[in-house]
């Protein structure tokens, strides 16, 4: 992306640390306060407080990571790599997911699909990277070297792989990732605006507006985060194996704590 000429800019590290941050304090307190609100405390205001921010965090940190995750598409030289890290990570964040929501049920598949409403989706976010992420290495390496930027072939594939992307990434059974195919459309939308960090945050907003129009709290977070992609610089920032490593297992640790907080919290098994 375009160097910024704002006094204030952050790089790809500082985006990465607020979106770990956001992400992970954001699911821990969903899950966390659901615990108390599945119970006896449902009218429970402060957990009500701390369920609703949650899920303002979380959603804040939404945008950032489609930022980050586009850039590491397009910048590195072994994709094989890094859909391996990507898959090894969503692998096993499902399985401490899937702990940490439903305990030892999720060993004997008792728990039905979205019975636990503080995860919505079937697959968790790594799911949705890694079908977005697919989508824009069709578009930006198959795509848009075989065919000139405008022509109907180069129009035409590039809104199928668009289409058949949300598809996979919203399949009501089975297949439904978290964020879905606003995660893939939101992709997309980094993608094809790179460089323009003012319409990508308008169409961020857009986007957010038709899925999450009726609840305007909600919609402010990923609006927020998107701000990040203002004050973008496109440097990388601190580059080391140890932070690549923290980057892609950050996540499974989070819900790996959360089995343990909800089993002494909740008593699970």
């Given at each position: 992306?375009?160097?910024?000429?704002?006094?204030?800019?952050?790089?790809?590290?500082?985006?990465?640390?607020?979106?770990?941050?956001?992400?992970?304090?954001?699911?821990?307190?969903?899950?966390?306060?659901?615990?108390?609100?599945?119970?006896?405390?449902?009218?429970?205001?402060?957990?009500?407080?701390?369920?609703?921010?949650?899920?303002?965090?979380?959603?804040?940190a939404?945008?950032?990571?489609?930022?980050?995750?586009?850039?590491?598409?397009?910048?590195?030289?072994?994709?094989?790599?890094?859909?391996?890290?990507?898959?090894?990570?969503?692998?096993?964040?499902?399985?401490?997911?899937d702990?940490a929501a439903?305990?030892?049920?999720?060993?004997?598949f008792?728990?039905?699909?979205l019975?636990?409403?503080?995860?919505?989706?079937?697959?968790?976010?790594?799911?949705?990277?890694?079908?977005?992420?697919?989508?824009?290495?069709?578009?930006?390496?198959?795509?848009?070297k075989?065919?000139?930027a405008?022509?109907?072939?180069?129009?035409l594939?590039?809104?199928?792989?668009?289409?058949?992307?949300?598809?996979?990434?919203?399949?009501?059974?089975?297949?439904?990732?978290?964020?879905?195919?606003?995660?893939?459309?939101?992709?997309?939308?980094?993608?094809?605006?790179?460089g323009?960090?003012?319409?990508?945050?308008?169409v961020?907003?857009?986007?957010?507006v038709?899925?999450?129009?009726?609840?305007?709290?909600?919609?402010?977070?990923?609006?927020?985060g998107?701000?990040?992609?203002l004050?973008?610089?496109?440097?990388?920032?601190?580059?080391?194996?140890?932070?690549?490593?923290?980057?892609?297992?950050?996540?499974?640790i989070?819900?790996?704590?959360?089995i343990?907080?909800?089993?002494?919290?909740?008593?699970?098994?």
């Amino acid at each position: 992306m375009e160097q910024q000429k704002s006094r204030f800019s952050l790089n790809a590290f500082q985006i990465k640390v607020l979106a770990l941050f956001f992400y992970i304090a954001g699911k821990s307190l969903i899950q966390i306060s659901y615990l108390h609100l599945e119970g006896e405390t449902f009218s429970s205001l402060l957990w009500t407080v701390l369920f609703i921010a949650g899920n303002f965090m979380h959603l804040m940190a939404v945008p950032m990571i489609a930022l980050l995750t586009v850039e590491a598409v397009m910048k590195t030289r072994n994709l094989r790599q890094y859909f391996t890290r990507l898959g090894f990570a969503a692998v096993l964040t499902e399985i401490l997911l899937d702990l940490a929501a439903y305990g030892g049920k999720c060993f004997d598949f008792s728990h039905g699909f979205l019975e636990n409403p503080a995860i919505k989706a079937d697959l968790n976010f790594y799911f949705t990277l890694i079908i977005g992420s697919v989508a824009v290495v069709l578009m930006d390496r198959v795509i848009n070297k075989r065919f000139r930027a405008g022509s109907v072939p180069y129009v035409l594939l590039n809104v199928l792989v668009i289409l058949v992307s949300c598809f996979l990434a919203q399949v009501p059974t089975g297949l439904r990732c978290e964020q879905g195919g606003l995660g893939v459309l939101m992709m997309c939308a980094v993608y094809f605006f790179y460089g323009n960090p003012l319409i990508t945050l308008i169409v961020i907003a857009v986007l957010q507006v038709i899925a999450l129009g009726s609840n305007f709290l909600l919609v402010l977070a990923p609006i927020l985060g998107g701000l990040t992609i203002l004050f973008y610089n496109g440097n990388e920032g601190r580059k080391t194996g140890l932070i690549r490593l923290v980057t892609y297992i950050a996540y499974p640790i989070c819900y790996g704590i959360l089995i343990f907080v909800l089993g002494i919290v909740g008593g699970r098994t």
